[in-house]
């Protein structure tokens, strides 16, 4: 025996108290609808399911949805770009779930939606240009994702822009390269030091006449000095005496 349809029941028994009520959220609200009105309603409401994975690109390709609600979930991945072909689109929440990536500038296409909010994602970058209908999101639509900027949030894209990296010395490093430099250059010097030395006692070994030139020039250099000191030494005695 064949069971009947729910249509065949409605034409069988018109005035039967039969009637099938949905809950359905959109627009940041939850509605009850029953009756006729489920006939024409075109919308998606599969909000607070653990769902998990990538939002479906082909989700894109229902152009005839009024309201697509997938927020408190678990989905992961990038806002598809196929959600601009989404035109008669009202309300799109995607709120409260793991998507990151930036929003896709090809949403400001949807002069249809009323409500939109990614707010509790892991969404970076800028927000796509506050006109047409974006124009009428505030910060509510957004919260909760720290990495995004640009109006109307109070965040400025120019500020979250990494600056190029100048690489810094601490004073402890500082002050170890100028020991260091001292270190290196003492030894330098003590090292040229000895070889001058060494050089001149080689010349003065094996050559006899720069060994008689160095001597010589040694006792007249002693000879001077010894005298400019006896002079200056008379001259202060004479000053005294004469003073």
Known sequence: MMMAS???????????????????????????YGGNILKYMSGIDLSCNNLTGQIPEKLGNL??????????????????????????????DLSYNNLSGRIPMQLVELNSLEVFSVAHNNLSGSIPEPKAQFGTFDESSYEGNPLLCGPPLQKNCHETEPSPTVPTTSDDEE????????????????????????????????????????FSFIESFITTCRYSSVGTFLELYIFRRCG
């Open 6 to 32: 729910v249509e065949d029941i409605f034409h069988r028994y018109p005035d039967t108290s039969m009637e099938e009520w949905v809950e359905f959220t959109t627009k940041s609200g939850s509605y009850s």
């Open 63 to 92: 152009s005839g949805i009024h309201s697509l609600n997938l927020s408190h979930n678990n989905l992961i991945g990038v806002i598809p770009s196929s959600f601009s072909k989404l035109k008669q689109i009202e309300s799109l």
């Open 175 to 214: 002050e170890q390269g100028s020991i260091l430099d001292t270190y290196v250059f003492c030894v330098s010097f003590l090292v040229s030091y000895v070889a001058v030395l060494l050089v001149i006692f080689v010349v003065l070994y094996i050559n006899p006449y720069w060994r008689r030139v160095w």
